[in-house]
């Protein structure tokens, strides 16, 4: 199947204009051109425009998001990952951290994707991305700069975790994963997300700064297998209904990140320690 342009711009949204804007500057063309010079798009092409309109709806800057259309998501697992060794990670760590001071986005995003294709969510996040991202937060914390080269890190992560396959099925979902009321890290919920994807398990992510009334509803509403809050301050994780969650939905309750430390949880309520735990919390409960 080919498509003219006009087709191509109908079915991602986008005005003809842009099309032809994103082939001059950043070569986003169609692969086919006629004897008469007319420009079509194949299947291949489409995806890849697809994926550009994604990027800069998420605020990626045009250059850098035609870089990172052109790379293929990560592909799905085909057999035993090996864990990243210390050695290799250390030197993983000092490629993408290299890469984030330059501001190099489709550098790290490619480092991270390489990454969870060759080792897998759970070896590449605690071994690499982890250090790498509480090194560039200490920067800031320290310095009061760095905020860009932070924020641009996280994002190539994110992109990076977003390319593995969601698993398919109808039904409740396996987990639903929410940030505490106000809470604003919830990159770890995409990376519990993005295992249990390989896991073959089907989750769903409420994001940032969910009010505790929407957490609940939400729950009540899809009625997930395994709900889990996570939170990095004490004060956010007070925030949490625990026991209204349980009693609205039946699902298991799990906790997680550093706020939860010496707050009192119901007997019911789960707390791992890791992502591995947090993964191996769903699979139990799921299967």
């Known amino acids: 199947m080919t498509y003219t342009p006009r087709a191509v711009a109908g079915m991602l949204g986008v005005a003809p204009t842009t099309l032809r804007t994103w082939d001059q500057r950043y070569g986003l063309g169609p692969s086919i051109r006629t004897d008469g010079g007319h420009r079509r798009y194949e299947d291949a092409d489409v995806e890849v425009l697809r994926r550009m309109v994604v990027l800069t709806a998420q605020g990626v800057a045009a250059a850098a998001a035609a870089v990172l259309a052109r790379q293929k998501p990560v592909a799905a697992p085909t057999g035993p990952r090996t864990p990243i060794g210390s050695a290799e990670a250390l030197v993983a760590q000092h490629s993408f951290l290299t890469a984030a001071k330059r501001l190099d986005e489709p550098a790290m995003s490619g480092l991270a994707s390489g990454l969870l294709s060759d080792h897998g969510v759970v070896s590449a996040w605690e071994a690499v991305f982890v250090p790498a991202l509480v090194e560039l937060g200490d920067l800031v914390v320290t310095s009061g700069q760095g905020v860009e080269i932070e924020h641009l890190a996280s994002g190539s992560v994110l992109h990076a975790l977003r390319g593995i396959p969601r698993a398919g099925g109808t039904g409740a979902l396996s987990a639903l994963l929410s940030c505490a009321p106000d809470e604003q890290h919830w990159l770890p919920l995409e990376a519990l997300g993005a295992a249990l994807s390989e896991e073959g398990c089907t989750w769903g992510n409420?994001?940032?700064?969910?009010?505790?009334?929407?957490?609940?509803?939400?729950?009540?509403?899809?009625?997930?297998?395994?709900?889990?809050?996570?939170?990095?301050?004490?004060?956010?994780?007070?925030?949490?209904?625990?026991?209204?969650?349980?009693?609205?939905?039946?699902?298991?309750?799990?906790?997680?990140?550093?706020?939860?430390?010496?707050?009192?949880?119901?007997?019911?309520?789960?707390?791992?320690?890791?992502?591995?735990?947090?993964?191996?919390?769903?699979?139990?409960?799921?299967?």
């Open 206 to 287: 409420l994001g940032a700064r969910v009010p505790a009334e929407a957490l609940c509803d939400a729950v009540e509403r899809l009625r997930p297998t395994v709900v889990l809050v996570w939170a990095h301050s004490t004060d956010l994780a007070l925030r949490v209904p625990l026991e209204v969650l349980g009693t609205r939905s039946g699902a298991l309750i799990a906790v997680a990140g550093a706020g939860w430390e010496g707050v009192p949880l119901p007997p019911s309520v789960r707390r791992p320690k890791s992502l591995t735990e947090a993964i191996a919390i769903v699979l139990n409960r799921v299967r």
